[in-house]
C-alpha cells in the first residue's frame, strides 16, 4: 500500500496542542525541549498555558506547528505494533517546512529555526501591508477568481477617489486593491487573500455570487500574495543560511503540485510559495495519480485529512495528534 504523510498549515494551531504527547514520550518531549532552546521561551509550557493571542501571532504559530506535527509522528512511530513506510510526504503552506524536515531535507533544529524567522518576516510584511483571508465555500475554481477580481475592482475605484487607503500606496506591494486565491484547497473550498481595505469588497462579492460562506480566517495577514513581498528577501537568506539534503522520498510542493528533488529547486519553490498560490487540490489529485492509497496526518485540526476525503474519497485517511 503506497502511503503519504501530511503536514498541516498554519491556522490549525490551538492552545494544548502536542502537549499530551510531549507528557507522554521523552523522545517528543526532547522535540520541544530542543525547540524552546533555539526560540529562547518554554515552548511546551506556552502551548500548555497560552494565551491563544500569543500562539496565533504568525511568529510564534509557524514554529509550534511544526515541532507539534514532528512530535506527534515521533510518538506514533515509536508506538507503532510494526515498523510503517511512507512513500511521499506534503504539507500546506508552513506544513510545507514540516514535510521537508520529514522527508530529511532539513534537520529539525533547522526547520525551527528557519520557520521562526519566516513567521517573523510575514508577520513584519502584515503589519506594514494589514490584509486578511477568507475561506469562500461553494463556489467553482472560476467564479472564486471572478469574485476576487470584482472585488479588486471595487477596492481599487475606491482608492482612486480616496488617493491613499490605510497607508498604502497604489500599485504597490500593499495595493489596497489586491484580492486573489490564495489556497485552491478542493472544489468549492478556496481561501482568499485580501488587503484589509478590500476585505468589505470582497464580502459584498460574495454575497452577490452567492457563496454558501465567506469565513474569516484566524491568521495575521495576506498570506501567499504580493503582500508579502517584503519578507521575500529576508527569507531568501535564512532559507541560504542553512544546508538542505536530497530528499529521502518525494516530496510533493505546494507551488506548482510537483515532486521535486533538487535542492536548489526546493529552494526557490519555497520562496515562491511565499508570495504565489498553494495548489492543494493538484497536489492530492497527483498522489492519486501515483497510486497512493493511504494518507496519515501528524498535528491538529484533521484540516487535511477532511480536503482528502472530498479530493480522493477512495484514499483511506488516518489523523493524528
Known sequence: MKRVALFPGQGAQCIGMGVACARSHAPSRRLFEEASEILQYDLLRLLEEGPSDKINKTGVAQPALLTTSLAVYTKWRDTAEEPVQF???????????????????????????????????MQKAAEEHPGDMFAIL????????????????????????????????????????????????????????????????????????????????????????????????????????????????????????????????????????????TQWQQSMEHLGELGVEESVEFGPGAVLTKLMNKINPTVRTLHVE
Open 87 to 121: 512513500d511521499a510526504c506534503a504539507g500546506l503552506s508552513l506544513g510545507e517546512y514540516s514535510a521537508l524536515c520529514f522527508a530529511g531535507v532539513l534537520s529539525f533544529k533547522d526547520a525551527v529555526a528557519l520557520t521562526a524567522q519566516r513567521g517573523s518576516l
Open 138 to 277: 461553494g463556489l467553482g475554481k472560476e467564479d472564486t477568481e471572478r469574485l476576487c477580481a470584482a472585488a479588486a475592482a471595487a477596492a481599487a475605484a475606491t482608492a482612486a477617489e480616496s488617493k491613499c487607503v490605510d497607508g498604502s500606496r497604489p500599485g504597490g506591494s500593499g495595493s489596497a486593491a489586491h484580492c486573489g486565491v490564495a489556497n485552491y484547497l478542493c472544489k468549492g473550498n478556496y481561501a482568499v487573500s485580501v488587503s484589509r481595505a478590500a476585505a468589505q469588497a470582497l464580502q459584498e462579492a460574495a454575497t452577490a455570487a452567492k457563496a454558501k460562506r465567506c469565513i474569516k480566517l484566524q491568521v495575521d495577514g495576506a498570506f501567499h500574495s504580493p503582500l508579502m513581498a517584503p519578507a521575500a528577501e529576508g527569507l531568501a537568506t535564512a532559507i541560504e543560511s542553512v544546508p538542505f539534503n536530497k530528499p529521502r522520498i518525494p516530496i510533493v510542493l505546494n507551488v506548482d503540485a510537483q515532486i521535486h528533488t533538487d535542492p536548489s529547486v526546493i529552494k526557490r519553490k519555497l520562496l515562491q510559495q511565499l508570495t504565489s498560490p
